[in-house]
């Protein structure tokens, strides 16, 4: 469980959150929306302890591992396979047969496991960055545009494979329906607040435009 308590944030005269409190409770999959420059990058990096906020609290237990997705591009390992592996932690390090399960999932073939990371596109180099944080297993996923390096079938897959995570993840992404399909819960950033419901995002939009009917 994470819990934000009172944040504060500024960038020069534009104020991004105003007293924010947030709680990621456990086994919670929380869709992050607001409009562009809002705040969602900010948030995602304060969670991350990338960014400092002016004030308030961010508290996350002794031993809680956040997982985030890299996007910087950096392989050491001969294979594809020897290279996702260094996701696995230390107990699971022989149980490569995740690694290939992720694998085949985002697109992989067979053949694929043995060739070198360097011979792939950018594209999929970002899913073996993909690929090592799932097989990672962290109490909380932490997701930025997952799905923009995959097609309709890994698409799919990455779906189920959320909709069974029995963790916490924080997924921010333009694909509407993708997030709808795959979160417990929706947290937009509104006014310099972060309002969260229950449901997908049609249904906490619709709760924040009959306050602002009422406001």
């Known amino acids: 469980m994470i819990k934000l308590v009172d944040i504060n944030k500024s960038f020069g ?23 562009n420059g809002h705040g969602k990058s900010t948030l995602f990096q304060m969670i991350l302890g990338n960014v400092e906020p002016d004030s308030g609290q961010i508290m996350i237990p002794k031993n809680y591992r956040i997982g985030h997705l890299e996007q910087h591009l ?24 995740r690694v290939e399960k992720v694998l085949f999932g985002l697109g992989f073939s ?7 990371p360097h011979e ?23 997701l930025d545009e997952p799905t923009n390096y995959l097609d309709i079938v890994a698409i799919r897959w990455l779906e189920e494979f959320l909709r069974e995570w029995e963790n916490e993840f924080i997924l921010v ?32 939009y619709a709760q924040i435009h009959q306050e602002e009917e009422i406001y």
């Open 173 to 204: 992404t333009h694909d509407r329906s993708f997030m709808d399909r795959v979160v417990s819960h929706t947290v937009a950033i509104h006014r310099t607040k972060a309002k969260k419901g229950e449901g997908d995002t049609e249904k906490l």
């Open 13 to 35: 005269k534009q104020v991004l959150f105003d007293g924010v409190s947030l709680a990621v409770n456990k086994g919670e999959k929380l869709g992050l929306v607001g409009r």
């Open 120 to 142: 792939f596109s950018g594209g999929y180099q970002i899913r073996m960055n993909l690929a090592k944080l799932l097989v990672s297993n962290p109490d909380m996923l932490m």
């Open 110 to 116: 067979a053949e694929d496991m043995y060739r070198t």
């Open 74 to 97: 950096h392989f050491t390992q001969p294979t594809v396979l020897e290279e996702c592996a260094l996701g696995l932690q230390e107990d699971d390090m022989y149980e490569t047969w």
